[in-house]
T-cell receptor
Framework: SQTIHQWPATLVQPVGSPLSLECTVEGTSNPNLYWYRQAAGRGLQLLFYSIGIDQISSEVPQNLSASRPQDRQFILSSKKLLLSDSGFYLC??????????????FGSGTRLTVV | AQSVTQLGSHVSVSEGALVLLRCNYSSSVPPYLFWYVQYPNQGLQLLLKYTTGATLVKGINGFEAEFKKSETSFHLTKPSAHMSDAAEYFCAVSVVKAAGNKLTFGGGTRVLVKP
């Protein structure tokens, strides 16, 4: 069966420090991968999605970047964190291709607090 | 462009009472629709989905939703609320593109269950 792992679960980082959040998927090949953010009192915002290795699409201009160095690995990064980067970050995967009927499977999330 | 509107960011129900969460969508093509539940500091879990066929969809934990094309709605219901239903609920519509599907989420509805 497929599983998705996301770490760390919580992170407190000072302003200006770098960030690296990692997400890996097991039990499937060539998944679509996604990074979402939930800020306090706001909904789910799609940050990046990827349909393959080194194929990243950015949804919102920001201080963050994403990379997919391996088929089932998706990394969210920042060179210098801002206070506004605080939030709950969720990784998700879906079946590859233009299939809309499977939905997403989400990881357990990372709570990032920038201080 | 597709969009999802959830009426009411907060809903309070008594234990044993009906739970009704409203979701309206806009889509230029027949939609795939989803409801997710999120417990505090956790990822999103799929409750149910509508793809094709029967318009009344049953999901986990006693929830069901009905797709009404004429009303562009996909409201979520549960006949009798349980304390464990306290969570945030998200409605989503799937956007299928050649580059892969993307889910657009509503703003979420937080459910409080009173004893």
């Amino acid at each position: 069966s497929q599983t998705i792992h996301q770490w760390p679960a919580t992170l407190v980082q000072p302003v200006g420090s770098p960030l690296s959040l990692e997400c890996t998927v097991e039990g499937t090949s060539n998944p679509n991968l996604y990074w979402y953010r939930q800020a306090a009192g706001r909904g789910l915002q799609l940050l990046f999605y990827s349909i393959g290795i080194d194929q990243i699409s950015s949804e919102v201009p920001q201080n963050l970047s994403a990379s997919r160095p391996q088929d089932r690995q998706f990394i969210l990064s920042s060179k210098k964190l801002l206070l506004s980067d605080s939030g709950f970050y969720l990784c998700a995967w879906s079946v590859s291709g233009a299939l809309g009927n499977y939905g997403y499977t989400f990881g357990s999330g990372t709570r990032l607090t920038v201080v | 462009a597709q969009s999802v509107t959830q009426l009411g960011s907060h809903v309070s129900v008594s234990e044993g009472a009906l739970v009704l969460l409203r979701c309206n969508y806009s889509s230029s093509v027949p939609p795939y629709l989803f409801w997710y539940v999120q417990y505090p500091n956790q990822g999103l879990q799929l409750l149910l989905k509508y793809t094709t066929g029967a318009t009344l969809v049953k999901g986990i934990n006693g929830f069901e939703a009905e797709f009404k094309k004429s009303e562009t709605s996909f409201h979520l219901t549960k006949p009798s609320a349980h304390m464990s239903d306290a969570a945030e609920y998200f409605c989503a519509v799937s956007v299928v593109k050649a580059a892969g599907n993307k889910l657009t989420f509503g703003g979420g509805t937080r459910v409080l269950v009173k004893p």
